[in-house]
């Protein structure tokens, strides 16, 4: 009893120093997510074979721990895969919570996952040295040596030599992933390995240290990534001197002129002008003045988020969700914002990390602030550009999509946006349901069942349908005791709300100031909710280089495009009109020189087909519109935006 009573002093004394070295208080999520134990339907069953092929092969190979324990690694970036992949399987196991006692076979098989995952995560942490560095390159080339950009040579490696280090972004996703894996298995090793990797970056890049933006690309878009990892250090340890360094990180970025992102986005400048522009790296910056602001509640750091979210979604989202970007004459490379003017649907790109992250910043906008049209850009993302990246055998990624292209390139290799996607996909599969304000919230018309807590009368809940391939979804309480609660639920974008019946009686609601429609009711086992609603059909418009415009179409949620085959033929007369508005697929143009002042001119020309499923046929053509995502092969791709004319 009294070694237990001074174990529990000691634990006691160590929580309240913790604490006391942090003068802030973490301002929690608004909305928490509630368990989602299995998925149906068209996002089940990309999720499912994601989880069956691709985390398989991942976590059966030996690639994603052996250039820690072989340094140096194949590649200057084979360090981050391990971190991404223990984000997502770890979500993963999370998002299949076993319902039924009586499914052994599930349970052995996230058993055996979960045991994998212990062996990769113990084999990881046996690689870091005793000064903190945990990552894959030779002593000569690691970060602690190269303050400044400049070629480093990568022994064995098919690289060569490569101008600037990705070392620091190595950590930054060990961080990351480890945390996670923490977050819900509680391990006092992780926290160690990772408060030491924490100092060792202090160490280098601390007050008087080191300057952080010039190491790595776009003036150190890339390593300032870190600021993220380092706020959710600072988060679990609440050890003042991580948020401290974060913040240091962020005076460090605002003295360096060509990044300077916060001082841009507080100024409403263009995303195009910090660091090149690089859409990924920056959309991840996001992240991490949105912890900060939760770690400090300055609002400088929420406006900085706030104001880049808004430049991205009204200038760099295409219908499909993805950010595009583009190589020009004032950015970096293909996978940087461009601005407006720039547009071209056969020649600008979607990078697979850049829809993860815009998946992510959306998610965690979400998370807290419970306002639906964060959500809305997530699944907008998910349901057209992450089911384009991924093929439908759930293995292989394509690296980039391109808007009008003849087909997609899936393959399987170790790639960073095939370790990235899946990351989008499990934090969605996360974030299906949950609570705000004592509200049941429901985000989701995809089939599902969902874990409900006491709050909401235990037991769990079946969302029944066929989205969004239907316009009726069912939500059915299987709650254990009668209970009174509010429930609230999210209409996809470009989606019309037509009536809800309870129990086959309509009822009323209401649209609250979180974007959702609620209403109220003392619930009881097998009560249904049924959710009817209608897609809207709607044209976009987009003005590109030259002066060319350029239109586009959605029904409710789902980007439509016409499917093209890679073998199309290219007629001479049909080459020579291409060329002349920067074209290299041989097809009609069937909206030509409309008069588009009336969007309905636009509209009235898609004819739904009879009997199928979201898909349209463009008047006086051959043209079929399907959803975007089912275009996507290595044999056949989408041509998802049409000519207008000049």
Request: overall charge positive; some cysteine; aromatic content about 12%.
């Amino acid at each position: 009893m009294k070694k237990l009573f001074l174990l529990i002093l000691i634990v006691g004394a160590q929580i309240t120093y913790s604490q006391s070295k942090s003068d802030k208080k973490i301002i929690s999520n608004k909305w928490e997510a509630l368990k989602t134990s299995s998925e149906f339907g068209v996002h089940g069953e990309r999720i499912n074979l994601l989880r069956q092929n691709r985390l398989n092969f991942m976590l059966a190979g030996e690639y994603l721990i052996n250039g820690f324990e072989n340094k140096p690694g194949s590649h200057p970036w084979q360090g981050e895969h391990i971190g991404k992949w223990l984000h997502s399987s770890i979500l993963s196991i999370q998002n299949q919570t076993i319902l039924n006692k009586n499914a052994d076979w599930r349970a052995e098989k996230l058993k055996n996952n979960k045991e994998k995952i212990d062996k990769l995560v113990n084999r990881l942490l046996a690689t870091q040295l005793e000064n903190g560095y945990m990552g894959t390159y030779a002593e000569e080339n690691r970060f602690m040596k190269m303050l400044e950009n400049k070629s480093m040579s990568m022994v064995g490696s098919d690289m060569g030599f490569l101008k600037f280090g990705w070392d620091v972004w190595t950590h930054r996703y060990n961080l990351y992933g480890l945390l996670t894996y923490e977050k819900y298995y509680p391990n006092k090793k992780v926290i160690d390995a990772c408060r030491k990797m924490g100092d060792l970056l202090i160490e280098v890049f601390g007050e008087g240290k080191a300057d952080i933006t010039k190491y790595g690309t776009r003036q150190g878009i890339s390593s300032m990534t870190i600021l993220e990892s380092i706020v959710m250090l600072y988060e679990r340890t609440l050890d003042k001197k991580y948020l401290d360094f974060a913040e240091h990180l962020v005076k460090v970025s605002e003295q360096n002129s060509k990044l300077r992102l916060m001082g841009n986005m507080l100024e409403n400048g263009s995303v195009v002008n910090s660091g090149d522009g690089k859409a990924y790296q920056l959309m991840a910056n996001l992240l991490g003045y949105l912890r900060l602001y939760r770690c400090t509640g300055k609002e400088k750091y929420l406006t900085t988020v706030v104001n880049g979210w808004k430049q991205i979604k009204d200038k760099h989202i295409l219908v499909s969700g993805g950010p595009w970007s583009r190589h020009t004459d004032y950015n970096g490379n293909k996978e940087c914002f461009a601005h407006k003017d720039a547009f071209h649907p056969e020649k600008i790109f979607v990078e697979g990390c850049s829809d993860a992250t815009w998946v992510q910043l959306n998610i965690h906008l979400h998370e807290f602030t419970g306002d639906s049209k964060y959500f809305n850009e997530a699944e907008q993302t998910i349901v057209n550009e992450v089911y384009r990246h991924q093929d439908i055998d759930g293995y292989k990624f394509a690296y980039y999509t391109i808007p009008n292209e003849n087909k997609t390139q899936h393959n399987p290799f170790y790639h960073c946006c095939g370790s990235s996607e899946p990351r989008g996909m499990e934090m969605y599969s996360n974030n299906l349901v949950g609570v705000i304000d004592g509200v049941l919230s429901i985000n989701t018309l995809f089939p599902a069942r969902i874990k409900l807590s006491d709050e909401f009368g235990g037991g769990n809940m079946k969302i029944s349908g066929n989205f969004p391939y239907t316009n009726k979804t069912t939500f059915n309480l299987n709650l254990d005791f009668k209970k009174k609660f509010k429930v609230e639920f999210r209409i996809p974008t470009s989606t019309s709300l037509n009536s809800v019946l309870v129990n086959n009686k309509q009822v009323k609601y209401i649209k609250n100031n979180r974007g959702k429609y609620e209403i109220n009711g003392s619930w009881k086992k097998g009560d249904l909710i049924d959710i009817n609603y209608q897609f809207n059909l709607k044209a976009h418009e987009e003005i590109g280089e030259e002066g060319k415009r350029w239109v586009a179409f959605t029904y409710g949620p789902i980007a439509l495009a016409e499917k093209l085959n890679s073998k199309n033929d290219f007629s001479l007369e049909r080459d020579k009109f291409n060329r002349m508005i920067g074209s290299n697929l041989d097809r009609p143009e069937p909206f030509i020189n409309l008069n588009t002042k009336n969007k309905n001119v636009l509209l009235d020309k898609l004819i739904p087909i009879e009997g199928s499923q979201s898909r349209f046929k463009i008047a006086e053509s051959d043209i079929e519109l399907m959803p975007y995502y089912k275009t996507a092969s290595n044999y056949s791709g989408p041509r998802t935006y049409f000519y207008l004319g000049d």
